[in-house]
């Protein structure tokens, strides 16, 4: 069965503090892999990751993917009480004639002032 | 212990039909969301809602609507379904540290 595990599910951290959020995934037919930042009204695209070893960079934000482990992480650098939210792994496969959608439960970052 | 649930897993639906999609929550959880799914693209959010009776749009409402009349149940509306709608719909709930998703809804319309 396809799954997507998130580690750890809650983290709570000081401003300023560098946070690394974990996304372990078995998926048969692998396509991409999503990080979303899911706030109170919206949740917020950050990343799509398709290929190993590229790191992927967005102000303070990046991710990297491995496809031989089959894991993501999503560091934060200089947290801000803005980071707060639960931030959403996603992997998308090849499956059916639309692909779908496997969800981790997300992380929720907590960042005190 | 199923915790978001759509109320079709496929349809297939005419162009210009009203087509109704369902999503039920048990977890007493204020924010609901309708998101579309097509290949390469992600999650698109089309609607969502934070509470019973208010509505926000997402980042393609177009064709769309929405209705939140039970704090459980989020239903989204195509007015006149058309071809380009033909996609797979994920409705989700959001709580404090856990996102949950219901199995999706694979719509065609022809």
């Known amino acids: 069965e396809d799954k997507v595990v998130q580690s750890p599910l809650s983290l709570v951290v000081h401003e300023g503090d560098t946070v690394t959020l974990n996304c372990s995934y078995e998926v048969t037919n692998f396509r991409s892999l999503l990080w979303y930042k899911q706030e109170k009204k919206a949740p917020t695209f950050l990343f799509m990751l398709?290929?190993?070893?590229i790191e992927k960079k967005s102000g303070r934000l990046s991710s990297i993917l491995d496809k031989k482990e089959l894991f993501s992480i999503l560091n934060i650098t200089a947290t801000q009480t803005g980071d707060s939210a639960i931030y959403l792994c996603v992997v998308e496969d090849y499956g059916g004639s639309q692909g779908n959608l496997i969800f981790g439960k997300g992380t929720k970052l907590s960042v005190k002032p | 212990d199923v915790k978001v649930t759509q109320s079709s897993r496929y349809l297939v639906k005419r162009t210009g039909e009203k087509v109704f999609l369902e999503c039920v929550q048990d977890?007493?959880?204020?924010?609901m969301f309708w998101y579309r799914q097509d290949p390469g693209l992600g999650l698109r959010l089309i609607y969502f809602s934070y509470d019973v009776k208010m509505k926000e749009k997402g980042d393609i409402p177009e064709g769309y609507s929405v209705s939140r009349e039970k704090k459980e149940r989020f239903s989204l509306i195509l007015e006149s379904a058309s071809t380009n709608q033909t996609s797979m719909y994920l409705c989700?709930?959001?709580?404090?540290?856990?996102?949950?998703f219901g199995q999706g809804t694979r719509l065609t319309v022809v």
């Open positions: 398709t290929s190993s070893g």
């Open positions: 989700a709930s959001i709580g404090r540290i856990e996102a949950f």
């Open positions: 977890m007493d959880h204020e924010n």
